[in-house]
């Protein structure tokens, strides 16, 4: 019984420090969003303020709480789709926050090395990474059905002009400002949304590098290795001419290195997040403000 109010009370210090690292790193959840206070919407973060207030999918679902006191409300196809991929988009970003938390954790707390085989934080790491472009591709659906009324493989497969870069991840934010639809929310939302959608495109690369080349640092430190062995950059005799001051001066270079390759692994994680938060603001607007348009004109 001690044993367990023990690990409990652990279980909790480790909780408690990871949202405090999180909170340090400007890293909030995603449920946080678009609120100053209790009942203060974020004018900075409206658009998340309108999908938990308003969600695409709302009316039918709080239907079936109530269910047998009335008629059940009309939900499109296009509607129920946006409302599953931005819960998916939601439960991903809850994900990479606390992939990302514990690598926080790992790394600044229990001080672990991203190279060693057993490395907590590198498996942190890489699942934040593809669970984050997991989240980029969910706001693209959402963002899809709401403004053309496809699915995103549709879309992708959609003849006309500009068809051959419909599968670019940026295309449908671009090709939305083409439509010419007359709200003024939906119109200042579209020119962030391509800007942002062209600042995902990096974290993106980042992602697929990882699945089609390189995810680990010890597959980076082999060819490290084989490059410097085949380019002839080992010269073994140097070896023997190192003094005591070389080899300090070697460890305090190899520390800042450390150091270096910490900060680039943490930091595009933590900025893809942020940034995803900023692209979803746009993109929840953009449904609300076509939806309840479509609404108002029957």
Same mark, same amino acid.
């Given at each position: 019984?001690?044993? /367990?109010?023990?690990?409990?009370?652990?279980?909790?210090? +480790?909780?408690?420090?990871?949202?405090?690292?999180?909170?340090?790193?400007?890293?909030?959840?995603?449920?946080?969003?678009?609120?100053?206070?209790?009942?203060?919407?974020?004018?900075e973060?409206?658009?998340?303020?309108?999908?938990?207030?308003d969600?695409?999918?709302?009316?039918?679902?709080?239907? /079936?709480?109530?269910?047998?006191?009335?008629?059940?409300?009309?939900?499109?196809?296009?509607? +129920?789709?946006?409302?599953?991929?931005?819960?998916?988009?939601?439960?991903?970003?809850?994900?990479?926050?606390?992939?990302?938390?514990?690598?926080?954790?790992?790394?600044? +707390?229990?001080?672990?090395?991203?190279?060693?085989?057993?490395?907590?934080?590198?498996?942190?790491?890489?699942?934040?990474?593809?669970?984050?472009g997991?989240?980029?591709?969910?706001?693209?659906?959402?963002?899809?059905?709401?403004?053309?009324?496809k699915?995103?493989?549709?879309?992708?497969?959609?003849?006309?002009?500009?068809?051959?870069?419909?599968?670019?991840?940026?295309?449908?934010?671009?090709?939305?400002?083409?439509?010419?639809?007359?709200?003024?929310?939906?119109?200042?939302?579209?020119?962030?949304?391509?800007?942002?959608?062209?600042?995902?495109?990096?974290?993106?690369?980042?992602?697929?590098?990882?699945?089609?080349?390189?995810?680990?640092e010890?597959?980076?430190?082999r060819?490290?290795?084989?490059?410097?062995?085949?380019?002839?950059?080992?010269?073994?005799?140097?070896?023997?001419?190192?003094?005591?001051?070389?080899?300090?001066?070697?460890?305090? *270079?190899?520390?800042?290195?450390?150091?270096?390759?910490?900060?680039?692994?943490?930091?595009?994680?933590?900025?893809?997040?942020?940034?995803?938060?900023?692209?979803?603001?746009?993109?929840?607007?953009?449904?609300?403000?076509?939806?309840?348009? *479509?609404?108002?004109?029957?």
């Open positions: 019984m001690a044993a /367990g109010k023990r690990q409990t009370k652990q279980r909790a210090r +480790i909780q408690e420090t990871i949202a405090r690292l999180l909170h340090e790193n400007q890293l909030y959840a995603i449920s946080a969003y678009g609120w100053s206070g209790p009942d203060d919407v974020d004018s973060a409206v658009g998340h303020a309108m999908w938990q207030m969600g695409p999918a709302d009316a039918l679902l709080e239907s /079936g709480i109530t269910r047998g006191r009335g008629r059940t409300p009309t939900v499109t196809k296009w509607e +129920i789709l946006c409302s599953v991929a931005g819960a998916d988009f939601e439960g991903l970003m809850i994900a990479a926050r606390l992939s990302i938390g514990h690598a926080l954790y790992q790394i600044r +707390i229990v001080g672990e090395r991203l190279d060693a085989e057993d490395s907590l934080a590198s498996v942190h790491l890489l699942s934040a990474a593809m669970t984050l997991a989240a980029s591709d969910r706001l693209r659906d959402l963002f899809i059905a709401a403004v053309f009324q699915t995103s493989r549709s879309y992708d497969r959609s003849n006309g002009p500009g068809a051959t870069e419909r599968r670019l991840y940026d295309t449908p934010f671009r090709e939305a400002r083409t439509l010419g639809k007359d709200l003024p929310k939906f119109e200042d939302a579209l020119p962030k949304l391509e800007r942002l959608a062209m600042d995902n495109l990096p974290f993106r690369t980042m992602r697929n590098k990882i699945v089609h080349e390189l995810a680990t010890l597959g980076r430190q060819q490290a290795a084989i490059r410097n062995l085949t380019e002839m950059r080992m010269d073994m005799s140097a070896w023997e001419k190192l003094t005591d001051a070389d080899f300090k001066a070697m460890k305090v *270079a190899a520390e800042a290195d450390d150091a270096r390759k910490i900060a680039e692994a943490l930091e595009p994680p933590m900025a893809w997040y942020r940034l995803l938060v900023e692209t979803a603001n746009e993109v929840f607007i953009v449904e609300n403000v076509l939806r309840n348009a *479509a609404a108002r004109n029957g």
